[in-house]
């Protein structure tokens, strides 16, 4: 009898313990997904490696206007006209008719690899166009005045460049700031210049490496779209250029040049759809 009336309280404490472990909740602790850091735009980018990071530091402070990983979309405008009834510098030139343009279109695409420091590609063309109608020179002398007319000249150039941009935001909301690109691109180009039946059949074909300069300004109109402006200064080149008449080259020539100017024929006015 207490054989049975021990083994009936083991199966009843088996039951109790059972109905309690069932009746528990489950208490494991789920893992938390870390938080996505915020970025703020204006910001001061602090990056103690930089050389900059002194005690008595000196220059622009440095605002966070392009964060790292974003890309970048967008296309470069250029248009410039001119006319010799709008000229005030052709003074030696008498009854002159002619007028000229240069148009660039450049799309280009860019990823930001560091905070306001993206590298990108650029593919660009470009028209230009001139004429001169009529026009007679006179360098003040009876003896040194000649006329000229009927002169035309066409060119038309496909470049692609590789860029690195680098951005200096300008307010603690990071909407306005500057930057200097440094381009390496190859430019292959057609020029055709006539003004008698002999060079109708004429042109010149010109390849061209060039490291160039362009600063600018960027400001955000929106949040992900911004617009700027840039100016060409020069830069360093390699030129190869060939003269072909009817097909056949009759003439070459290899030169290198530098030029560091404000070049008002080299300004571009871009937009940029921020991803």
Known sequence: MIKNLIKALLVAAALAATCSAMGQTDKRVKPVKPTKETIKLGAEIKDESDSLKRK??????????????????????????????????????????????????????????????????????????????????????????????????????????????SYIGLDDRGRIGLFSDISLSYTNSKTVFTYDAETADTHTRTNQLKLSLHPGIVVFAMNNVSTHVSMGIGGVSFNNTKYIKAGEVIGTRNYSQAKFKLNVLDINIGVTIHL
């Open 56 to 165: 008595h530091r000196r220059g622009l402070m440095q605002h966070l206007i392009i964060p790292k990983g974003e890309w970048q979309v967008g296309a470069q405008v250029s248009h410039v006209s001119f006319s010799s009834k709008n000229s005030e510098y052709l003074l030696i030139v008498q009854n002159l008719d002619a007028n000229g343009s240069i148009t660039q279109v450049a799309p280009y695409v860019a990823y930001s690899y560091h905070d306001n420091r993206s590298i990108g590609i650029k593919l660009q063309y470009s028209a230009a166009n001139g004429s001169v109608r009529e026009g007679d020179l006179d360098f003040l002398s009876d003896d040194i005045n000649f006329n000229v007319e009927n002169i035309e000249a066409n060119m038309s150039s496909f470049q692609t460049a590789v860029y690195h941009r």
